[in-house]
């Protein structure tokens, strides 16, 4: 009873007009009901609010900077530690996290939430971690995966998907009935740091409001309190629920300016200026999905991908867009991209890595990008009068080539400025003078813009206990540490810089680094310096609290991290990583990271350092930090793969147990060539190959077997008949009435003279790929719900009809979950599993079919290191075939021999472990020398770490 008048209080805060609030569940009769592990104190509940500037806990406004992560692409629970760290050492204030119905659903009403499907955990780390969440169920959620997240089951039941449909508002129920309450538990009105709820994704293309409504009321009812948030994409389609029937609370925006267009990365804004639209007057603006990276469409690699999305971007886009749209709620897609390892890949656009181009690759490596993002984000979230700012009137430029755009807070009267060129494309380096009205005075102002690069310059700043007028150099951060401000300004190196703070009277300046020119006049310190490596100037008295200013270059203010204490903020310089510190005492504990022996200085109230637990000898510098000198790593030495052993996939196998495949009806939009239906989906494998048998009786007049397989983008069947192997055909992508396909993946195969005789029964065996389902972006189940397998076949000249038979996957692999294996007998078997039986020596050639091969390494890396392997094929041969990768048992890719793109794949730590077992299933095509490969194992990363293994 109880439980239900609470969900009808917060179902009428849904239609209220009035931000809302999220009203904490008051009763702890009934949060015990709904938070069974009860880990949550009453103490820790805040109330999360909005107005139209920003997102509030507490009353205090809040930046919601966030990158998106997805669990589901990092096989390996220690690691989502790892990455999240690396995130919030970047200055990020949350993630933004989808969570992936199929991966969790291997059949209906079936749900896994264990290892690395654990949810509840990974919420609890971002939250022990101090990351806010956006919590993003779908039920689709798109994101390059399969089925674009929802469960291949789906496609096999009635009722179109994305919308009220009552055969899928069952299915998807179901599915929130599961996820919900874990996402409940772990929001800031209970404790945890989940801040806002997006619904859906991206619903626009098809829209049906009485769905959008029924999303927000199931979550309502699951107990959701938080803000409902909706990303709306890019503009132009037909809802973007921001208000009417269906409408969310805080309606984001997707903006993808730069385009997927990897191969071409200096072509800018061809989807658009990225500025993302302000939706509703009375919630914040939200860059729900800000582009942070591309998916590889055109095979160009990432690293072209992450040229395209790389820092100039990031300064001009993300700036302006600031500046532009007033947004504080930002979602930046990826921060870490991950692999789409097993059977995840959405076929058409990806591959098994998603690195995305991101900040952090895919081995977890750091970019310059994610230095970009920390100098953006240590000033989002260290400047708080941008948390509420109204456009206002711009300093003009001398040179109208250069463009300025100003926002300021109504309260304090804080100015931020952006300045970049008219057109953001120009390669010219300019310098110009703004006329600047500043809250402390009118001032001419020096600025310099380099070509494709943006500032946000500050004015009338109160900066911890100083005053700071304007300056042209940009801050990064600042902190007090022991009744002294730190703070660190930058700009490119070699341009001018100037900053003016303001005194009562004249403080004593002293430079101890670098040059830099100062001057006092009426209540101003104007100092004035090149920027260039790290300048330091000291500055007390002048009726102020001491100063330490560090002004340093685009590179050298990215080695400085920004740490939380329970002191509050402490600034760590030179580590190649700093996840966390401590002050125990007057002793800094931090944990960090080094690629190379390096020094380490840290402006911390502390006189004795330990990294990673190891005492550090230090010593005071004249600017009050403390300095000591780390090693770098040790080398890493790698086995070789060598003594492989062999099994072969018979074709025609003869387990028992097939099922037989004699549907005449498909819940599908598309009906198939021949009866019966021989869809995968609808006998339950859904994912990887499937084997076919038909069985008909020939008159030995058969000429051709013609066949139509979908299998989704570069997936492929193998043909046999009677046991000889008839080929290959590329598998169909789409198959739909013309004018799209209506004979999608054809290949007709000669039926060899003589093989086959009256009257004595014949098998044909089909092995189609499955490589992942389609996406559902267009909401219309035609894209959706395409088959995968057989979809008609043809035995020409024959008479008989065929009887057919279906072997494919097992719902799920228990522990790597159902998207591991698909249908081989191999991995039926447990053939891809360590410590399988039955292993051969290899016969140095590959013969068409599927074949097996495995070998052991013994990994013997230095301890306390983070190193990151990858696996690489280095095949210059064009021979056809291609592997499906198990390390330990877990899937980690398939590569394409002759096809790629991919030769790389990265082995997640967890995954690894110190003995392995990497085995092969190998699918050839045709006949050809040796072995496949060569492959070997690669160093992607190697780092001394504070933090072994991740943890
Ligand atoms: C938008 C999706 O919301 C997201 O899931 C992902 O697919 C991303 O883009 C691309 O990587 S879709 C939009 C760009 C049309």
């Not at 008159?699 to 989704?712: L, Q």
């Not at 301890?863 to 592997?883: E, I, K, M, N, P």
């Amino acid at each position: 009873m109880r439980l239900l008048a609470v969900a009808l209080v917060l179902l009428g805060s849904l239609a209220a007009t009035t931000p809302v609030v999220a009203a904490p569940v008051a009763d702890s009769a009934v949060a015990d009901s709904v938070v069974p592990d009860s880990a949550m104190s009453d103490l820790g509940r805040h109330e999360v609010s909005y107005d139209k500037y920003s997102l509030t806990v507490d009353g205090e406004r809040v930046m919601l900077w966030s990158g998106e992560f997805h669990y589901f692409r990092l096989p390996s629970p220690e690691l989502w530690r790892d990455v999240l760290e690396k995130i919030r050492a970047a200055g990020f204030s949350g993630v933004s996290l989808y969570f992936h119905w199929g991966y969790h659903s291997p059949a209906p009403g079936s749900y896994d939430f264990t290892g690395v499907r654990d949810v509840d955990r990974l919420l609890r780390m971002a939250d022990e971690l101090g990351l806010y969440v956006v919590a993003r169920p779908g039920p689709y959620i798109n994101a390059e995966t399969s089925g674009g997240g929802f469960p291949a089951w789906l496609k096999a039941v009635d009722g179109r998907a994305r919308s009220s449909d009552p055969g899928y508002t069952a299915a998807y129920r179901e599915w929130l009935g599961h996820i919900n309450p874990i996402i409940a538990r772990h929001q800031v009105s209970r404790g945890g740091s989940v801040i806002a709820y997006n619904v859906e994704n991206e619903y626009g293309v098809n829209v049906d409001a009485a769905y959008m409504e029924q999303l927000q009321q199931k979550a309502r009812a699951d107990g959701i309190d938080v803000p409902i948030v909706h990303n709306n994409c890019c503009g132009g389609y037909l809802a973007n629920w921001s208000s009417g029937q269906g409408a969310v609370q805080i309606p984001g925006v997707d903006d993808y300016p730069q385009s997927f267009n990897c191969p071409d990365p200096k072509t800018w804004a061809s989807w658009g200026e990225g500025v993302t639209r302000r939706l509703n007057d009375d919630a914040p603006v939200y860059a729900a999905e800000y582009q942070a990276g591309a998916i590889d469409l055109n095979n160009a690699g990432y690293e072209k991908c992450r040229e395209l999305t790389g820092p100039d971007y990031m300064k001009v886009f993300y700036k302006s867009n600031v500046i532009s749209s007033g947004a504080t709620m930002f979602g930046f897609y990826m921060a870490y991209g991950g692999t789409s390892w097993g059977w995840l890949p959405q076929p058409n656009d990806v591959y098994t890595s998603y690195d995305y181009g991101a900040a952090i690759t895919e081995s977890r490596g750091l970019t310059t990008k994610y230095d970009e993002f920390k100098r953006q984000g240590y000033f989002m979230t260290s400047v708080a009068p941008i948390l509420k700012t109204d456009p206002a009137t711009a300093p003009t430029s001398a040179d109208p080539a250069v463009h300025t755009e100003a926002r300021s807070n109504p309260d304090t009267r804080t100015q931020f400025v952006l300045v970049r060129h008219a057109d953001r494309r120009t390669d010219t380096d300019l310098p110009t003078t703004l006329d600047w009205s500043t809250p402390d005075g009118r001032y001419q102002v020096p600025v310099r813009v380099a070509g494709r690069d943006a500032k946000i310059l500050v004015a009338g700043y109160d900066l911890g206990g100083q005053r700071l007028a304007w300056s042209n150099s940009e801050i990064l951060t600042h902190v007090t540490v022991s009744g002294r401000d730190v703070a660190v300004f930058y700009g490119r190196d070699g341009e001018q810089g100037s900053t003016v703070l303001r005194y009562s009277t004249a403080p004593t300046v002293k430079v101890l680094d670098g040059e830099v020119r100062s001057s006092y006049e009426n209540g101003d310190l104007r100092l004035d310096y090149t920027h260039s490596g790290l300048s330091r100037v000291l500055i007390t008295g002048g009726g102020r609290q001491p100063m330490l200013l560090l002004l340093g270059t685009d590179e050298t203010a990215a080695q400085f991290w920004r740490l939380d204490t329970a002191s509050g903020p402490v600034l760590v310089r030179g580590t190649a990583l700093a996840r966390s510190a401590q002050l125990v005492g007057d002793r800094l504990a931090l944990r960090a990271d080094t690629d190379r022996a390096t020094e380490v200085e840290v402006f911390a109230p502390a006189r004795h350092l330990t990294v990673g637990g190891r005492p550090v000898p230090v010593r005071r510098t004249s600017s009050g930090s403390l300095l000591g000198s780390l090693p770098g790593p040790e080398q890493v030495r790698l086995p070789e793969l060598t003594n492989w052993q062999y099994r072969a996939e018979p074709p025609g196998f003869s387990e028992s147990g097939w099922t037989t495949a004699d549907k005449t009806t498909t819940a599908s939009p598309i009906k198939p060539k021949t009866l019966p239906v021989l869809y995968a989906d609808e006998y339950g494998h859904h994912n990887g190959n499937v084997w076919y048998r038909g069985r008909f009786t020939p008159t030995g007049a058969e000429k051709t077997v013609s066949v139509n397989a979908i299998t989704g983008k570069r997936g492929i069947y193998l043909v046999w008949l009677n046991g000889r192997y008839l080929g290959s055909a590329a598998g169909g992508v789409q198959a739909d009435s013309e004018p799209v396909n209506p004979d999608p993946g054809r290949g007709d195969f000669a039926v060899p003279e003589g093989l086959l005789a009256d009257g004595q029964q014949a098998e044909l065996t089909v092995l189609v790929e499955n490589m992942g389902h389609n996406d559902d972006w267009t909401a219309d189940d035609v894209r959706f719900k395409q088959p995968r397998g057989l979809f008609g076949v043809v035995v020409e000249g024959a008479t008989a009809p065929i009887s057919w038979q279906i072997r494919g996957s097992r719902p799920s692999d228990g522990e790597r979950g159902p998207m591991n294996t698909g249908g081989l007998y191999g991995e039926r078997a447990g053939w891809h599993l360590p410590g399988s039986g039955g292993w051969q020596q290899t016969p140095g050639t590959l013969s068409p079919g599927v074949s097996w091969y495995r070998t052991n390494f013994r990994l013997d890396l230095p301890r306390g290191h983070d190193v990151s392997l990858g696996l690489r094929f280095d095949d210059a041969t064009a021979r056809g075939y291609r592997v499906l990768i198990f390390v330990n048992g877990w899937n980690m890719g398939q590569y394409l021999n002759g096809v790629g793109p991919q030769r790389e794949f990265v082995l997640p730590n967890g995954v690894l472990r110190d003995h392995n077992t990497l085995t092969f299933a190998v699918i050839a095509t045709e006949a050809a020398q040796g072995d496949p490969g060569p492959v070997s194992l690669v160093t992607l990363g190697n780092h001394r770490t504070g933090a072994p293994a991740g943890g």
